[in-house]
């Protein structure tokens, strides 16, 4: 089954751990448990350099709420992009997340994964 052909129930369910454990793992900074879930190319997209600069300087990516709200799914070509309600603990407002889910390798994985 192609995961577009997955109910917003179904993609939720998959969803949801994944985006707390990124919420989780950016807080923390831990760069090995954040990406586990990505898929190759966005691995080779983000390096630990890279990332490791973003958890070091930007308050969004090292505070942010546990409790995001689901928006809902948006199904292209071959993958979903799942939206939250992203609040921060120290900074006040509201961002968007994304999360885009695809398989590879016959394992559903991270293509990307954005907060603004």
Request: proline fraction near 3%; aromatic fraction near 10%; hydrophobic fraction near 35%.
């Amino acid at each position: 089954m192609k995961i577009t052909e997955k109910s917003d129930e179904e993609i939720r369910e998959i969803a949801d751990p994944m985006w707390n454990d990124l919420i989780k793992n950016s807080n923390k900074g831990n760069y090995g448990k954040f990406i586990r879930n990505f898929s190759r190319t966005l691995i080779g997209a983000n390096t630990e350099v890279e990332l490791g600069k973003q958890f070091a300087h930007s308050a969004v990516t090292k505070n942010m709420s546990k409790n995001p709200e689901f928006l809902g799914v948006i199904r292209r070509g071959e993958y979903v992009t799942v939206l939250y309600k992203q609040r921060n603990d120290k900074m006040p407002g509201e961002w968007l997340g994304r999360l885009v889910l695809g398989y590879e390798d016959g394992e559903i994985k991270i293509f990307g994964a954005t907060v603004f």
